[in-house]
């Protein structure tokens, strides 16, 4: 197993009679790309800002590279930081800002390799108020992993992002972490955690509701077995068990389980039986989506994803 990049433990936050966060603990390893995901208000960007050494904990401990995060001397040059909102300045051009950048970074990389890195060598002259949302981000990207960081926060790199965009801004993410920088990703964008992520925890009201690898946290949601029902057929004594929830929709019958491997198994023997032939037949596990609609379903929650 890779080495601890963060240990969190017990961590709190207080505002205040308030907890924002209220006793996490989790781990990221080296070389991965951690999820931290949760409802609005659940406390991501709260803990992400102690980790990044802006907010001191009111309790438990946070560690960065085995450090006190709050101690940012020795941890500068190893972490890079994007925030929710960029703070660059529209007159000037994308090579002028990462030169600019560059004054304050030890060990940065040549301009023309920082643009080329994040795909924007064509708008090395493109100033940045004249630039689209996607390259602002880009450019954002660009001056956070300067000085070759390697650990990378990324608070919600692609809000309000086309889908075009946020696909470009994922594949960078996933080229990055592919070439050994270890990634922690907050996103409202739950098929971009799932395509990102080894590892993922979601947090709501202050507390982490789930974490594991993507693996383990989409087995633990309910899957669904969905199929059609040939004419003249009917759903009575399909094989729904008690904690399943079967809905039909014309044809279509939709069985969401925890056991959708189970549950096929038995529609196809019922079928069989009854000498029906099912079409349209899809055995799938939950997604990352259907996971957190659940958690936020279960905390009274408005949900935006
Ligand atoms: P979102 O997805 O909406 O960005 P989040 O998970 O990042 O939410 P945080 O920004 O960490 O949530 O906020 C957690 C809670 O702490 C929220 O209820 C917020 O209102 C509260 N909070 C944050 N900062 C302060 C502060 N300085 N004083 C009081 N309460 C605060």
């Not at 990049?5 to 924002?20: C, H, N, S």
């Not at 309790?59 to 020795?74: E, I, K, N, S």
């Not at 304050?104 to 920082?114: K, L, M, N």
């Amino acid at each position: 197993m890779n080495a601890a990049v963060i240990e969190v433990a017990g961590l709190r936050k207080r505002y205040g009679e308030f907890t924002a966060v209220d006793g996490i603990s989790f781990d990221v390893r080296k070389g991965e790309v951690f999820a931290l995901l949760g409802t609005n208000g659940a406390g991501k960007t709260t803990t992400i800002e102690i980790l990044e050494g802006y907010l001191k904990a009111s309790g438990g401990t946070a560690r960065v590279f085995g450090h006190d995060p709050a101690d940012r001397g020795p941890l500068r040059s190893r972490i890079g930081v994007v925030l929710q909102e960029s703070g660059l300045f529209g007159d000037l051009s994308a090579a002028e800002t990462v030169t600019a950048w560059r004054r304050f970074t030890s060990g940065a990389r040549p301009v023309a390799e920082a643009l080329e890195l994040v795909g924007l060598s064509g708008q090395a002259s493109t100033r940045v108020k004249r630039m689209s949302g996607g390259e602002r981000r880009k450019l954002d990207i660009a001056l956070a992993t300067l000085g070759r960081p390697e650990l990378l926060f990324l608070d919600e790199p692609t809000t309000g992002l086309d889908p075009e965009a946020r696909r470009r801004v994922r594949d960078l993410v996933g080229e990055l972490a592919g070439a050994g920088m270890t990634v922690l990703l907050t996103t409202h964008y739950l098929e971009e955690a799932q395509e990102l992520a080894a590892r993922v925890a979601i947090m709501d009201k202050g507390r982490i509701v789930t974490h594991g690898t993507m693996a383990e946290v989409l087995g633990r949601g309910s899957g669904r077995v969905a199929f059609d029902l040939p004419g003249g057929a009917t759903p009575e004594g399909l094989p729904v068990g008690e904690r399943d929830a079967l809905t039909v929709t014309g044809r279509r019958c939709v069985i969401v389980t925890a056991e959708p491997e189970s549950v096929a198994h038995s529609v196809l023997g019922w079928a069989h039986t009854r000498g029906l032939k099912l079409t349209g037949f899809d055995v799938r596990q939950a997604t990352l989506e259907e996971v957190f609609l659940d958690i936020a379903h279960h905390s009274g929650q408005e949900v935006t994803t």
